[in-house]
């Protein structure tokens, strides 16, 4: 009789090509998934009764800031606690490497990231041997960031690069993608990236379609202008040659409120003609730098962190400014360098993109933030039990979907992704009638409900929402982009 590492019994299988899904056993040996059907003729050395649970691939999460945590914090438990397998890094235009600092200086936004001395991968080989070193316990694939080479390279971040700096940046470039780098990501909205023109993005962005790789962005806006920013984006992608990405697609700001039909009207025109696609978190509030800019009294502002007061660190900029005695934009003044959460979208808005087939998603959480946003803990839970059980926003089949196999086809991440006979055993045994964030804004920092187990290239790393301590996660390297994947339905 055939023989297997683990045999998972009797399971409600949802694949990841979002088919409905069939009870079947699932068996595990040597890092894949070696067998799947009904009643196995098989033994193996660890047996788990799947019978009342799915069993789904593991979570891909497309956006996260986890560029220096998966070396620091290997153990990853925000994210593995949730389901997660795989985190995608180097989003917004900023990436751990390659990384050099001058004097140890730190431009916005890369401080999201860790302080200074986390900056400790000059070369993007570098940084891989550092994933293997550290073994985290998720997969870790990386983008490269717009934001960090132009530091690399450039003695001031206000100007635009220069013909020379920006050789030197696709030279920079082409050495990652040449390592199994994704792509480039930009974060165009932010000070260090603002000032570059399009072009400049274009002509970085040149080598990516020889590598097959994808171009990333946190747009130049996601507010009034938010229709001229993706036309940039689209713009850059055409020159390209390759997928684009559009991050954390949102409508922001109360002015804005009620666009989401037009944005993605947008989306869908440019899809025709050129692949592209999107990603969204679940919630109406977002987190970043405090940002001046962003200052209003029309939406909630909740301070994260605060360099010169860390003592305010999970209170409202306004309740702040009150005691005081300050205006809100004063009070900001003074608390820069920050983090802040924006309750800055519509919740009609954020459904209808999250249920738009081109839109995967991704928790764009902030780990080294005191008192994080809590889609950090409850991004990809949220999704399952909030939207897909109790909102009936999309089939439970489709919101796997949208966290498995379509972002490993987008993404190019090869053997992910779907519960099938030769793909890596990442994989998750959930609770469909319990799953659900229980992280809060007031209490973030709490692991799910209803997440049972956990494998990661088939190493059993979390049992009951208790971590095994097994890490046995591992640098992915660029596969092939599916260019199919990007295609909607006319």
């Known amino acids: 009789m055939p023989h297997c590492e683990t045999l998972i019994r009797h399971a409600r ?21 070696a067998r799947v059907g009904p009643e196995l003729a098989m033994t193996a050395e660890r047996t788990i009764d799947g019978a009342g649970r799915c069993l789904a691939p593991g979570f ?9 945590n998966v070396v620091r914090t290997p153990e990853m438990w925000p994210k593995l ?7 995608i890094v180097g989003n917004c235009g900023i990436s751990a490497s390659p990384a050099r600092l001058r004097a140890g200086a730190l431009p916005v936004p890369l401080a999201l990231l860790g302080g200074a001395d ?39 971040l206000d100007r635009a690069a220069t013909a020379d700096e920006t050789d030197a940046m696709r030279a920079e470039l082409r050495d990652a993608l040449s390592l199994g780098a994704l792509g480039l990501s930009s974060g165009l909205q932010y000070a260090s990236a603002f000032a570059a023109p399009t072009e400049e993005v274009m002509a970085l962005a040149e080598p990516l379609a020889e590598f097959g790789g994808l171009y990333t962005t946190h747009m130049r806006t996601e507010f ?20 684009v990405a559009v991050s954390h697609l949102k409508c922001a700001g109360p002015e804005n409120w009620g666009r989401s039909a037009e944005v993605l009207r947008a989306l869908e025109r440019e899809g025709r003609e050129h692949p592209v696609g999107c990603d969204a978190y679940p919630y109406t509030a977002g987190s970043s730098m405090l940002d001046l800019e962003q200052v209003t009294d029309r939406i909630e502002i909740t301070i994260t962190w605060s360099e010169p007061h860390p003592e305010v660190g999970g209170r409202s900029l306004k309740e702040i400014a009150g005691e005081w005695d300050v205006s809100l934009l004063d009070a900001a003044r003074r608390l820069c360098p920050a983090g802040a959460i924006y309750h800055s979208m519509s919740e009609d808005d954020v459904r209808r993109i999250l249920r738009h087939p081109a839109t995967v998603i991704g928790s764009d959480g902030l780990p080294n933030d005191p008192k994080p946003h809590p889609r950090l803990w409850g991004t990809f839970p949220r999704v399952l039990g909030h939207y897909a059980r109790d909102a009936g926003l999309f089939p439970l ?6 966290m498995t196999g379509l972002p490993a086809r987008k993404f190019g ?5 779907f519960v099938r006979e030769g793909f890596a055993a990442d ?3 959930f609770d469909a009638a319990t799953v659900r964030d229980v992280a809060t804004f007031a209490d973030p920092q709490r692991p799910a409900a209803g997440i049972h187990a956990v494998w990661v290239n088939g190493v059993l790393s979390s049992r009951d929402q208790v971590p095994t301590g097994a890490r046995a996660g591992r640098f992915l390297s660029r596969g092939t982009i599916d260019h199919a994947a990007y295609r909607l339905a006319p």
């Open 13 to 33: 299988v949802i694949d990841g090509t979002g088919a409905a899904p069939f009870v079947a056993d699932v068996a595990i040996s040597d890092g894949t998934i």
């Open 224 to 243: 009034a202008g938010i229709l001229d920013a993706m036309d940039e984006a689209f713009r850059i992608g055409r020159h390209a040659r390759v997928p």
């Open 60 to 68: 891909i999460d497309v956006h996260t800031h986890d560029d220096t």
């Open 427 to 429: 994989l998750v045994l």
């Open 81 to 87: 606690s949730q389901g997660v397998t795989t985190v």
């Open 397 to 402: 089949a489709v919101a796997v979907h949208k």
């Open 118 to 156: 986390a900056f400790t991968y000059p070369t993007f080989r570098a940084y891989v041997d550092a994933i293997a070193r550290a073994r985290p316990a998720v997969n870790v694939a990386t983008l490269v960031g717009h934001t960090t080479l132009r530091n690399n390279h450039m003695t001031a």
């Open 413 to 417: 991440l090869g053997d992910r992704g």
